[in-house]
Structures are given as C-alpha cells and as structure tokens.
C-alpha cells in the first residue's frame, strides 16, 4: 500500500510518498514544496493543488495522510493554511484517495511514544523508523513523513 503524506503549509508543505512493502515502510519519496510570496494568493493555491495532483497521478497512492492544523498566533497564516489544506482534501477527493486527519499529538504520539515531543525527538525517531536515502534539509518534509508512518500505525487492514 502507498500513502502520499502531507505537513500542510502556505509558503512551505512538505509532502512525503510512503510504502509498506512485507510490514516495512519505505520513503518512496519527499520533497518541500514552496511557493513565493510575490505570486497572487489563488495562484498559490492553484500551484500547490497542481503538485499535488501530479504526485497522486505519477506515484498512485491509495490514500492520503495529513496533519490537522494548530496555530496559537498568526490568524492571517492560519486562514492560508486552511485554505491550502482544503485545496489539498479537495484534490485527495477527487482522486478517490481515503484521507486520515492526525493532530499534532497524535503524530508525536504515533513516532515517539509521547505527545508533547520536541521537534528533534520526532526527527530522530523518524530516522530510525523508515529507511531515507537522501538529504533532508527541512522540518516540513520530516513531518509529513511522521504523518505517513502514523497512518500506517493507525490502519491494520492493507
């Protein structure tokens, strides 16, 4: 079974293909995918429902894992990042993927065993837990991954 797993974001959003070969997950792939602040804020949207869509359509995932959101201060960030994940639901939709929602706590749950891990702890036990041939270089991309192997603890029947 494969999963494309989303940390969903604005200006970043990393996104993550997951796939459970014999009871071991492998990063098929991931990237952050970014969008520029100088381009109109439906072409952002429409930008990031295009790569999204280009990702279920070349790695045929099945489903769809992403990360609910939590904001203490930004309202403006938050209202674009709802808009975004919303573009990214419509899209799993239309491709006919199931989608699982995990807060936060539920994903730090999931990959570290508790819920109030820092960011580090989650990195590092995600490098533990999945085989990653490349090189990371952001959070985004870590935690989308995070969201895919709590979709695979969540589900048993694949």
């Known amino acids: 079974m494969k999963v494309i797993a989303i940390d969903p974001g604005y200006e970043r959003m990393g996104v ?42 070349k790695y045929k995932p099945e489903a769809m894992a992403i990360e609910t959101l939590f904001f203490q201060n930004n309202q403006k960030t938050a209202m674009h990042v709802s808009e975004a994940r919303g ?10 993927l199931s989608v699982k929602e995990f807060s936060p706590m539920e994903i730090k749950i ?6 109030k891990s820092e960011k580090g702890q989650v990195t590092e ?7 990653i ?16 192997l709590t979709y695979f603890a969540s589900v048993r029947n694949y």
Do not use: W
Not at 133 to 148: H, L, P, Q, V, W
């Open 125 to 131: 036990m995600v490098k533990k837990l999945i085989i």
């Open 87 to 96: 573009v990214m639901l419509y899209v799993a939709a239309v491709a006919g």
């Open 16 to 57: 993550a293909i997951i796939e459970k070969v014999s009871g071991k997950e492998i990063l098929v792939f991931s990237e952050c995918f970014k969008t520029s602040a100088k381009i109109p804020h439906g072409e952002r949207l429409k930008l990031i429902g295009q790569e999204i869509e280009m990702l279920i359509k």
């Open 110 to 115: 999931a990959v570290t065993g508790y819920g």
């Open 133 to 148: 041939n490349k090189d990371i270089k952001y959070d985004d991309e870590y935690d989308a991954i995070a969201a895919g």
